[in-house]
């Protein structure tokens, strides 16, 4: 490596001017335009994952009412409460 004898030689840059409009936090989507591209596919896809967590909640349902019947105080309360955060969210 060779040792730089004269720091004057060195170059620096200089930091940017810094711009008067505020930047924003994050970028916007261009919601026309993803539709025209998606096309068919957009409907499917939220009206597929509002069927798929409307399926969840139902046998989150379920199984919180077939866990009254069900025998065995081991497994109980597990159920009850992964079902019942499963609702929930």
Same mark, same amino acid.
């Given at each position: 490596?060779?040792?730089?004898?004269? +720091?004057?030689?060195?170059?620096?840059? @200089?930091?940017?001017? @810094?711009?008067? &409009? #505020?930047?924003?936090?994050?970028?916007? @989507?261009?919601? @026309?335009?993803? $539709?025209? +591209?998606?096309? *068919?596919?957009?409907? *499917?896809?939220? *009206?597929?994952?509002?069927?798929?967590? =409307? %399926?969840?909640?139902?046998? &989150? #349902?379920?199984?919180? #009412?077939? =866990?009254? $019947?069900?025998?065995?105080?081991?497994?109980?309360?597990? %159920? #009850?409460? *992964?079902? &019942?955060? +499963?609702?929930?969210?």
């Amino acid at each position: 490596m060779e040792k730089v004898e004269n +720091l004057e030689t060195l170059t620096t840059t @200089q930091a940017p001017s @810094q711009e008067t &409009s #505020v930047p924003d936090a994050e970028p916007v @989507q261009d919601w @026309q335009e993803a $539709k025209k +591209l998606w096309g *068919i596919a957009w409907d *499917i896809h939220w *009206i597929g994952l509002g069927a798929a967590f =409307s %399926v969840l909640a139902i046998a &989150s #349902v379920a199984a919180l #009412v077939r =866990s009254g $019947k069900r025998r065995g105080f081991g497994r109980k309360p597990f %159920v #009850v409460a *992964i079902n &019942s955060l +499963l609702l929930a969210k």
